[in-house]
């Protein structure tokens, strides 16, 4: 397993190094690269490979024993307990390495505005005004897409500095907001003229894109994004249990 991050310094709006940690080898669980039964390297092993101290290791291993997905078995070591459903700050990101492999994914935030909603975008929540996010994708650091996140206007508003890696995450403590499922549409998009020069699909460029509409705990639909995505770095992968 790779190290989740390098020697630069944490940023602020990041998960802490022990979630990246525990996120990574949960997307490893639920992509079966880690199997019901595995037994995991030792703990110092473990925690070089991923850069970090055994004590930050540790607290990655018990947010995975508190989701019962690893058993700790004394004299022996700690084994994976790949069963069921796992509780994952990225459970519906649906994109991964072209050349296998889930990877860590994280955002770099371009802006975050509250504006009326574009007519592009279908009905959706009860206002219409929204908070947009614009953001590059990254997987292990590797940039794969962009994409724009419109939250309806009356799910509440969220500051620029609340935002972190995880929307998701952000809008739980933020507005205990819930995305309980969302629907995707996959095809062909014109990458945007905001794209960064990072995204190596040019804006103007056609790239593989993706429409989702989010629901959270209600009957209406409470987000709408696009994303656009370069095939030769990233496949948008979903997986039926």
């Known amino acids: 397993m790779a190290a989740p991050h390098s020697s630069a310094p944490q940023r602020v709006d990041a998960l802490p190094i022990h979630l990246q940690i525990s996120e990574m080898m949960i997307r490893d669980i639920a992509a079966g690269r880690l199997v019901d ?100 994708r990254l997987l292990d650091q590797v940039a794969i897409a962009v994409e724009e996140i419109w939250l309806d206007g009356g799910a509440g508003r969220i500051p620029r500095d609340a935002v972190q890696d995880s929307l998701y995450l952000t809008y739980k ?40 509409l989010s629901w959270g705990q209600t009957a209406l639909a409470v987000e709408f994004s696009r994303t656009w995505y370069d095939t030769d770095r990233a496949l948008y992968v979903q997986r039926l249990t």
């Not at 390297?41 to 490979?49: F, L, T």
């Open 173 to 212: 403590r933020t507005l205990k907001l819930w995305i309980t499922r969302a629907e995707d549409r996959v095809g062909l998009g014109t990458v945007p003229d905001w794209s960064p020069p990072e995204f190596p699909c040019p804006p103007g460029s056609t790239s593989a894109y993706i429409e989702r």
């Open 37 to 136: 039964g595995q037994k995991l390297p030792p703990e110092r092993e473990m925690a070089a490979a991923h850069g970090t101290t055994v004590r930050t290791l540790r607290k990655a291993l018990a947010e995975l024993e508190a989701q019962g997905l690893l058993e700790r078995r004394q004299g022996s070591g700690n084994y994976l307990r790949a069963q069921g459903q796992v509780s994952s700050v990225y459970s519906m990101f649906r994109l991964e390495h072209a050349k296998g492999g889930g990877g860590l994914p994280n955002a770099r935030v371009l802006s975050v505005d509250y504006l009326p909603k574009d007519d592009r975008q279908p009905s959706y929540g009860t206002s219409g005004h929204g908070t947009r996010f614009r953001r590059l």
